[in-house]
């Protein structure tokens, strides 16, 4: 992890305050925050996890692949740092994996074994409201957040939950879990299309998927559109392996 700085900060926050528009697309937007957060303290792997309409903690975007299965075996365990940063609205902050198994005796030599030796976590919360979870994930010892890093990373995590907590989604209560049960049926349709499009690319899934994003983005359509077309339609996984 590295000191955050104030250029990077500013040029991703402006970045995230652009796509909080009326019609923003919800998973790009999810996608693009793990991405800019990973960037932001050059951690290995940044994951986002959402509570879904019975309140469970859900897989919803990842910086890569491999922070993908790590945060499913943790809400499959249902230990770890995003159920305690969910749980409590408390971030969790510079935890040693390779000492954290009386903490987390079955997530801990998980994620170490898959190659990561240090973990921070920030709620998804809007005053006493919390919504999910941000993990940040370093692959080398030492890389602990200076104490100026911490707020800053709590605010891009607030900015998200800004985000899926908008005016249209407020306006009558049940909106809300009606946009995050959306949510959660958008993230099985782009890990559908990404699977498609790696099989008959013989590209990496994270290759796949930026493909699929590229396409999305070129084209001015939305992520869970063009899954969709990958899944259903024939030429539109043509047009996207033209590109």
């Known amino acids: ?17 652009d796509t909080l528009v009326d019609d923003f697309d919800l998973m790009d937007f999810l996608h693009m925050l793990t991405d800019r957060a990973a960037d932001l303290v050059s ?3 940044v994951g986002l996890v959402l509570a879904g309409r019975d309140g469970r903690l859900e897989f919803m975007a990842g910086s890569n692949e491999n922070v993908k299965l790590v945060e499913l075996f943790q809400l499959q365990t249902h230990e770890g740092p ?5 749980r409590t609205g408390v971030p969790v902050i510079n935890v040693d994996l390779a000492e954290a198994s009386d ?8 994620a170490t074994a898959a190659g990561f ?5 920030f709620p998804l919360r809007l005053r006493t409201q919390v919504i999910g979870a941000l993990n940040v994930f370093g692959d080398t010892k030492g890389g602990d957040f200076a104490g100026t890093d911490v707020p800053v990373m709590q605010a891009l995590a607030d900015v ?40 008959a690319t013989g590209l990496g899934v994270d290759e796949a998927f930026a493909a699929i994003r590229g396409y999305a983005r070129r084209h001015h359509r ?16 043509a047009h996207i392996l033209d590109a």
């Open 117 to 121: 030796q240090s973990v921070h976590a």
């Open 222 to 237: 939305k992520l869970t559109e063009v899954a969709h077309g990958v899944l259903t339609d024939p030429a539109m996984l």
């Open 43 to 45: 951690a290995a792997a």
């Open 1 to 17: 992890m590295t000191i955050v700085s104030a250029e990077r900060m500013a040029t991703i926050f402006v970045e995230v305050a």
């Open 160 to 199: 998200a939950a800004i985000g899926l907590l908008q005016e249209r989604a407020i306006r009558r209560g049940e909106l809300l879990t009606e946009q995050l049960q959306g949510a959660l049926n958008s993230r099985i349709v782009i890990e559908q299309a990404k699977g498609a499009v790696a099989q």
């Open 82 to 86: 995003c159920q305690e940063a969910f």
């Open 103 to 110: 903490r987390w005796p079955r997530f801990a030599p998980r």
